[in-house]
């Protein structure tokens, strides 16, 4: 499913305009984006949660030449799943 097919459905099922569907998505992921970068969880309860979680530095191969590379610590975002969306998919 693509943004807009994800817009259209939340418009029909909310009774809402295109537009205002999109804007709302919008600011609901805007707020999720900028609550990561602040560090903090963003949970629905049931749903799941997204957050934040480090990766360490580590050392990779370049596999163009088999050469020895270091891979610098990251942050990235992660999503878990709430047991009410893990039963709905099974």
């Given amino acids: 499913m693509t943004k807009s097919e994800f817009v259209e459905q939340v418009a029909d099922r909310a009774g809402l305009s295109k537009k205002d569907a999109g804007d709302a998505v919008d600011a609901m992921l805007e707020t999720i984006e900028s609550a990561l970068k602040r560090g903090s969880e963003v949970v629905f309860s049931g749903f799941g949660k997204f957050s934040v979680s480090?990766?360490?530095?580590?050392?990779?191969?370049?596999?163009?030449?088999?050469?020895?590379?270091?891979?610098?610590?990251?942050?990235?975002?992660?999503?878990?799943?709430?047991a009410a969306l893990k039963k709905a998919v099974n």
Avoid: L
């Fill in 54 to 82: 480090t990766r360490g530095a580590r050392e990779g191969r370049n596999p163009a030449t088999g050469e020895k590379i270091q891979i610098a610590a990251s942050r990235v975002p992660k999503f878990t799943a709430g």
